[in-house]
C-alpha cells in the first residue's frame, strides 16, 4: 500500500463529499495560517521521536506496534467525518460497519447468536461482561487466577463485588483444584478464564473449567484480550499450530473480550466484548430523550456502557478485515508468523551457553534469563535488569521487558536455582510482530551479546 498515495485519496473523498450540501462561511475563530501551523508541527514532531520503535522487530518488549495502513486510511477517512457511533443518527453508516465487523469476531469465536460491540480499550470491555454477570448474580463473586490481568480486580472495586483471586500452577495458568475450593464456597458467580496472559501468553484450560461450571451454576467469562485470534491456529498443521480444546470451547462461554487493537491490526483504543446470549441487552436499558430518535433498529448505545464512541474505529476494523479478514487465511498468516518466531528463539535459546529459557512459548511471548556465574535469584535479577537497560541504550538497540516471578515459580521450574530472594525479574520478549520472524536469529544474538557481558 502507498500509504501517501490513500491518506490525500482520503482527503479528497471527504472533500468531494463535503461539497455535496452547499458551501458555506468558516468561521475566523478557528483560522490557522500555514506558517504559524509549520512552527508548532515541527515542535510537535520533534517531540513524538521521544519514543520507542515499536514499528521494527528490533523493538520486542511491550505489546506494541503500529496499525495495518489500511485500518491508518480507514480512521482517518471516517475521522474527517467523525461520526459518534452511539446512536444510528450519530453515525449511521459506521454503525453498521461495527454491527458487520463484530459479527466477523463472533464468528471466528464459533457464536451462534450474539450481542456485542466495540469498546474503546479491552479494560472497558472486561467491566461490561461483569457487569453483566453482577447483573445476573447480584449475591455472588468473581473469581479470576493472580495471573489474569489486574482489571478484573480493579473491576470488582469498581462494581462492588468480591473479588476471588486463584493461585495458579507452575506455568501460569488458573489452578482447577484451587478453582473448585473456592466455588464450592458458594460465593462465586463468574469465573474469569484468560486465553494468553498479559505475562506469559499462556492458555488457561477454558475446556476443563466447563464441567465446573455445570457442577456450580457459574458463568465463565474469557478473557482474550491478548491471545484471542489465537484461536485462528487451533488444530492448523505446522509448528505454529495450536491444541483445539481450550479454543473451540471459547464458544461455549458466557462472554468475551477481545483487543482488535493488538493482533487485529488497529490503533488504540479498539476493544471488544460478545455475550452468547443476546437477551443480556436488557441490562443496558436506559431511556435518553435526546437520541435514538432516528431509528426503530437497536442503537449501540442501548447495548452499550459507554456513551459516544468513536466511529472511525469501527471503520478501520471494517475496511481492515475487508483486506485481511479474521481467518485463518487471513489475519490467522500474522499471528502463524509471531508463533514461529517465538517457537524458533526458544529453541535457539536452549541451545545457548548465555541464555536459559524461563518456560516454553504457548503464543508469541517468549520468557528467559541470562546465565549468571552463581545461579541465585539476586543475580538473575541484576543481569536481566542489566540487559534491559543495556539494550535500549547502546549505539545497536535492542527492546525487551522484564516479568517479575516469584521465588516458588521460579525454583520450581529451574530447580538449580538458588533461592536468596523472594523472586527475580527475567527477561520477556513480546513478537506480535510478523516480522520478527525474519529478524529472531538477531535478536538472539543480540541478546546473547548482552547476556555474555
Same mark, same amino acid.
Given at each position: 500500500?502507498?500509504?501517501?498515495?490513500?491518506?490525500?485519496?482520503?482527503?479528497?473523498?471527504?472533500?468531494?463529499?463535503?461539497?455535496?450540501?452547499?458551501?458555506?462561511?468558516?468561521?475566523?475563530?478557528?483560522?490557522?495560517?500555514?506558517?504559524?501551523?509549520?512552527?508548532?508541527?515541527?515542535?510537535?514532531?520533534?517531540?513524538?521521536?521521544?519514543?520507542?520503535?515499536?514499528?521494527?522487530?528490533?523493538?520486542?518488549?511491550?505489546?506494541?506496534?503500529?496499525?495495518?495502513?489500511?485500518?491508518?486510511?480507514?480512521?482517518?477517512?471516517?475521522?474527517?467525518?467523525?461520526?459518534?457511533?452511539?446512536?444510528?443518527?450519530?453515525?449511521?453508516?459506521?454503525?453498521?460497519?461495527?454491527?458487520?465487523?463484530?459479527?466477523?469476531?463472533?464468528?471466528?469465536?464459533?457464536?451462534?447468536?450474539?450481542?456485542?460491540?466495540?469498546?474503546?480499550?479491552?479494560?472497558?470491555?472486561?467491566?461490561?461482561?461483569?457487569?453483566?454477570?453482577?447483573?445476573?448474580?447480584?449475591?455472588?463473586?468473581?473469581?479470576?487466577?493472580?495471573?489474569?490481568?489486574?482489571?478484573?480486580?480493579?473491576?470488582?472495586?469498581?462494581?462492588?463485588?468480591?473479588?476471588?483471586?486463584?493461585?495458579?500452577?507452575?506455568?501460569?495458568?488458573?489452578?482447577?483444584?484451587?478453582?473448585?475450593?473456592?466455588?464450592?464456597?458458594?460465593?462465586?458467580?463468574?469465573?474469569?478464564?484468560?486465553?494468553?496472559?498479559?505475562?506469559?501468553?499462556?492458555?488457561?484450560?477454558?475446556?476443563?473449567?466447563?464441567?465446573?461450571?455445570?457442577?456450580?451454576?457459574?458463568?465463565?467469562?474469557?478473557?482474550?484480550?491478548?491471545?484471542?485470534?489465537?484461536?485462528?491456529?487451533?488444530?492448523?498443521?505446522?509448528?505454529?499450530?495450536?491444541?483445539?480444546?481450550?479454543?473451540?470451547?471459547?464458544?461455549?462461554?458466557?462472554?468475551?473480550?477481545?483487543?482488535?487493537?493488538?493482533?487485529?491490526?488497529?490503533?488504540?483504543?479498539?476493544?471488544?466484548?460478545?455475550?452468547?446470549?443476546?437477551?443480556?441487552?436488557?441490562?443496558?436499558?436506559?431511556?435518553?430523550?435526546?437520541?435514538?430518535?432516528?431509528?426503530?433498529?437497536?442503537?449501540?448505545?442501548?447495548?452499550?456502557?459507554?456513551?459516544?464512541?468513536?466511529?472511525? $474505529?469501527?471503520? &478501520?476494523?471494517? /475496511?481492515?478485515?475487508? +483486506?485481511?479478514? %479474521?481467518?485463518? =487465511? *487471513?489475519?490467522?498468516?500474522? !499471528?502463524?508468523?509471531?508463533?514461529?518466531?517465538?517457537?524458533?528463539?526458544?529453541?535457539?535459546?536452549?541451545?545457548?551457553?548465555?541464555?536459559?529459557?524461563?518456560?516454553?512459548?504457548?503464543?508469541?511471548?517468549?520468557?528467559?534469563?541470562?546465565?549468571?556465574?552463581?545461579?541465585?535469584?539476586?543475580?538473575?535479577?541484576?543481569?536481566?535488569?542489566?540487559?534491559?537497560?543495556?539494550?535500549?541504550?547502546?549505539?545497536?538497540?535492542?527492546?525487551?521487558?522484564?516479568?517479575?516471578?516469584?521465588?516458588?515459580?521460579?525454583?520450581?521450574?529451574?530447580?538449580?536455582?538458588?533461592?536468596? $530472594?523472594?523472586? &527475580?525479574?527475567? /527477561?520477556?520478549?513480546? +513478537?506480535?510482530? %510478523?516480522?520478527? =520472524? *525474519?529478524?529472531?536469529?538477531? !535478536?538472539?544474538?543480540?541478546?546473547?551479546?548482552?547476556?555474555?557481558?
Amino acid at each position: 500500500m502507498d500509504l501517501n498515495a490513500w491518506l490525500a485519496t482520503a482527503v479528497a473523498s471527504n472533500a468531494d463529499w463535503v461539497k455535496r450540501f452547499g458551501p458555506y462561511q468558516a468561521h475566523p475563530a478557528l483560522a490557522v495560517d500555514d506558517d504559524r501551523f509549520a512552527a508548532a508541527f515541527e515542535v510537535f514532531t520533534e517531540r513524538l521521536k521521544d519514543n520507542y520503535p515499536f514499528f521494527h522487530p528490533r523493538y520486542a518488549g511491550q505489546m506494541l506496534k503500529p496499525p495495518h495502513p489500511a485500518a491508518v486510511v480507514g480512521y482517518l477517512t471516517a475521522m474527517l467525518i467523525n461520526p459518534n457511533n452511539h446512536a444510528l443518527d450519530g453515525g449511521p453508516a459506521t454503525a453498521e460497519m461495527e454491527r458487520e465487523a463484530v459479527q466477523q469476531l463472533a464468528t471466528m469465536f464459533g457464536y451462534d447468536t450474539h450481542l456485542g460491540h466495540l469498546t474503546t480499550s479491552g479494560t472497558i470491555a472486561n467491566l461490561e461482561a461483569l457487569f453483566v454477570a453482577r447483573e445476573l448474580h447480584p449475591d455472588k463473586g468473581v473469581a479470576y487466577s493472580t495471573e489474569a490481568h489486574y482489571t478484573h480486580g480493579r473491576m470488582c472495586g469498581v462494581l462492588g463485588v468480591e473479588g476471588h483471586p486463584v493461585p495458579v500452577d507452575d506455568l501460569g495458568r488458573i489452578d482447577l483444584d484451587a478453582l473448585e475450593r473456592v466455588l464450592r464456597t458458594g460465593r462465586v458467580g463468574t469465573v474469569v478464564l484468560t486465553a494468553g496472559t498479559t505475562g506469559l501468553g499462556a492458555v488457561e484450560p477454558i475446556h476443563e473449567a466447563a464441567a465446573l461450571r455445570e457442577r456450580y451454576g457459574v458463568r465463565i467469562h474469557v478473557d482474550a484480550a491478548y491471545g484471542g485470534f489465537f484461536t485462528l491456529l487451533a488444530g492448523a498443521p505446522g509448528p505454529e499450530g495450536l491444541p483445539e480444546e481450550p479454543w473451540r470451547a471459547i464458544a461455549e462461554a458466557d462472554s468475551i473480550v477481545v483487543d482488535p487493537h493488538k493482533h487485529g491490526l488497529q490503533p488504540y483504543g479498539c476493544g471488544a466484548v460478545l455475550f452468547r446470549d443476546p437477551s443480556v441487552g436488557r441490562f443496558y436499558l436506559h431511556d435518553s430523550p435526546y437520541t435514538y430518535f432516528t431509528s426503530e433498529e437497536l442503537h449501540l448505545g442501548e447495548i452499550s456502557l459507554e456513551c459516544s464512541r468513536a466511529g472511525a $474505529a469501527a471503520a &478501520a476494523l471494517w /475496511l481492515t478485515f475487508q +483486506l485481511i479478514p %479474521p481467518t485463518r =487465511e *487471513g489475519l490467522g498468516q500474522s !499471528l502463524a508468523a509471531g508463533r514461529r518466531a517465538a517457537l524458533r528463539w526458544a529453541e535457539l535459546i536452549e541451545g545457548s551457553e548465555h541464555l536459559e529459557l524461563y518456560q516454553a512459548p504457548e503464543l508469541d511471548i517468549v520468557s528467559y534469563f541470562p546465565v549468571t556465574e552463581a545461579a541465585t535469584l539476586s543475580q538473575i535479577d541484576a543481569a536481566s535488569n542489566r540487559v534491559l537497560q543495556e539494550g535500549m541504550t547502546d549505539g545497536d538497540p535492542v527492546f525487551v521487558s522484564t516479568l517479575r516471578v516469584g521465588a516458588d515459580r521460579l525454583t520450581a521450574l529451574h530447580p538449580k536455582l538458588v533461592r536468596d $530472594a523472594d523472586g &527475580a525479574r527475567v /527477561l520477556r520478549s513480546v +513478537l506480535m510482530k %510478523p516480522e520478527s =520472524e *525474519g529478524y529472531v536469529d538477531q !535478536l538472539h544474538e543480540r541478546l546473547e551479546r548482552l547476556a555474555r557481558t
